[in-house]
């Protein structure tokens, strides 16, 4: 499986971005996908996980309320939307792929596939 993030980009405080990870492969729809992001000097932390489905998914608490993750499998393409942005939202945002689906998907060691990461800078 190989992911491509795409979408980041330097915005305002306030303001919107959507992050897109396109995978290669057909069977994207079988993976859960996580978010995390990575500020420079900082450990990667968890921002978002959806199910094979969409029908499940959670959000580290920093981003609850203002990011919404989802998935086309069609498309395979999973996105994320985020709204009101902070400047401490600052950092490189990550896809990345669960195979194994044994419900850690809080930490990274859980993921078995990376995507390059997209930079969001957000300015005060």
């Known amino acids: 499986v190989q992911l491509q993030a795409s979408g980041g980009g330097l915005v305002q405080a306030g303001g919107s971005l959507r992050l897109s990870c396109a995978a290669s492969?057909?069977?994207?729809?079988?993976?859960?996908m996580g978010w995390f992001r990575q500020a420079p000097g900082q450990e990667r932390e968890f921002v978002s996980f959806?199910?094979?489905?969409?029908?499940?998914?959670y959000y580290g608490d920093s981003v609850k309320g203002r990011f919404t993750i989802s998935r086309d499998n069609a498309k395979n393409t999973a996105y994320l939307q985020m709204n009101s942005l902070k400047p401490e939202d600052t950092a490189v945002y990550y896809c990345?792929?669960?195979?194994?689906?044994?419900?850690?998907?809080?930490?990274?060691?859980?993921?078995?596939?990376w995507g390059q990461g997209t930079q969001v800078t957000v300015s005060s």
């Open positions: 990345a792929a669960d195979v194994s689906s044994s419900g850690r998907y809080y930490y990274p060691d859980e993921y078995d596939y």
């Open positions: 959806i199910n094979w489905s969409g029908r499940l998914s």
């Open positions: 492969g057909r069977t994207f729809n079988l993976y859960n």
